[in-house]
């Protein structure tokens, strides 16, 4: 069974970082490509970033252009999100999710998803 597991959220100052981790199980990370998204209160779940089954990255959130940057550990089976100079705009559940080999930013198009984890940006 195919199953996401996401940790490292927290609550971080302005101006902090964080990485988070997506540990997956169940399945061969290199047919897989791998997206995190966000949601933040009142608002709908956006694409954040993706790494593909070649490892290849895309980025949707251009408010996290030259913030954020994704990068997979293939023998841990780890996909990691690095958040930088964090704003409260940033705050929001973050979720890891799947699909077959190339990214996407769409969020019907991942097939599975992990539990979320909570960012809170705040002073």
């Known amino acids: 069974q195919v199953q996401l597991v996401e940790t490292g959220g927290g609550l971080v100052q302005p101006g902090g970082s964080l990485r988070l981790s997506c540990t997956g199980s169940?399945?061969?990370?290199?047919?897989?490509?791998i997206g995190w998204f966000r949601r933040a209160p009142g608002k709908e779940r956006e694409g954040v970033a993706c790494?593909?089954?070649?490892?290849?990255?895309?980025y949707y959130l251009r408010s996290g252009m030259g913030r954020f940057t994704i990068s997979r550990d293939s023998a841990k089976n780890t996909v990691y999100l690095q958040m930088n100079n964090l704003t409260p705009e940033d705050t929001a559940i973050y979720y890891c999710?799947?699909?077959?080999?190339?990214?996407?930013?769409?969020?019907?198009?991942?097939?599975?998803w992990g539990q979320g984890t909570q960012v809170t940006v705040s002073s």
């Open positions: 169940g399945f061969a990370g290199a047919n897989r490509a």
């Open positions: 999710a799947t699909r077959s080999f190339l990214c996407s930013g769409d969020v019907p198009a991942y097939t599975r």
């Open positions: 790494i593909n089954s070649g490892d290849r990255t895309s």
